[in-house]
């Protein structure tokens, strides 16, 4: 038997189908926590029910007596099932594990920021899904302003808390990406634009510049729009929170000038 968890009672269950490998004729479920909705509509008590697959004696229909016997001439087929080998079984056993392990870490981090979301008073929506080690959370609010604060700094300093969160949960190298409507979309535009500008500048005068603060994945939106231009030399200097983009002429943008 095992215990599966999810935002609704039937997302629990098909989330332990899946991981079980199992369908719903094979299995007895039942219900230990119907989950409790909180803030954002969301569940902040995870629903959670305990499957029990079914003895295979169970499972097995008895043959019908009127059942023709095949004859010694006729062929016979036989349906071969393999069944996985220890490693096989220990590999998908961590797997299952890492996956419990995962999904009990997203649904308390969800949980401790809903816990502050409702200490600011904010209300609305949220959406949160894993991509690539990262665990992206869509809120969408009447009041985002409040929630992206200035310059973003509410909404970047709650994702550096649930980072940490997730870290003291025991998930390796996590990363959280927190977005409110289209505003992680539209700051990246907009950097992208402030690296252009800033180094026609530098081209121009000769001169470097550094940018204002920036967390490490708004840093890298410059690094990356400025990889190109072999004028350019694009460094992170500074210790965090306050490391900042330098932007200064190359090397061989130097030369060129010294020839």
Not at 137 to 163: C, H, S, V
Request: aromatic share 6%; hydrophobic share 40%.
């Amino acid at each position: 038997m095992a215990r599966f968890k999810g935002k609704t009672i039937e997302e629990a269950t098909n989330r332990g189908l899946e991981i079980l490998g199992v369908n719903r004729d094979a299995v007895e479920i039942y219900v230990i926590n119907a989950g409790q909705a909180k803030f954002f509509g969301l569940y902040h008590v995870a629903a959670e029910v305990e499957i029990i697959i079914k003895e295979q004696s169970q499972m097995v229909q008895p043959m019908m007596v009127a059942q023709a016997v095949p004859s010694l001439d006729e062929p016979i087929n036989v349906a071969i099932v393999s069944t996985p080998n220890n490693d096989e079984q220990a590999l998908l056993e961590r797997q299952a594990k890492n996956r419990e392990r995962w999904e009990k870490a997203t649904d308390e981090v969800i949980d401790y920021l809903v816990t502050i979301l409702g200490a600011l008073g904010i209300e609305g929506d949220l959406d949160a899904t894993w991509g690539q080690n990262t665990l992206n959370i869509q809120f969408e609010t009447a009041t985002e302003g409040l929630l992206i604060g200035k310059y973003g700094r509410t909404l970047n300093a709650m994702q550096t808390l649930a980072t940490a969160y997730l870290s003291e949960a025991g998930i390796n190298h996590p990363q959280v990406m927190l977005n409110v409507g289209n505003y992680r979309e539209e700051r990246n535009e907009k950097l992208e634009r402030l690296a252009y500008r800033l180094a026609d500048k530098v081209v121009s005068l000769g001169q470097s510049e550094t940018l204002e603060p920036m967390p490490a994945f708004e840093r890298k939106v410059i690094h990356s729009a400025l990889a190109d231009d072999t004028d350019i030399l694009t460094t992170s200097i500074g210790k965090e929170p306050f490391r900042c983009v330098k932007i200064e002429l190359s090397q061989a943008a130097i030369a060129r000038l010294d020839a």
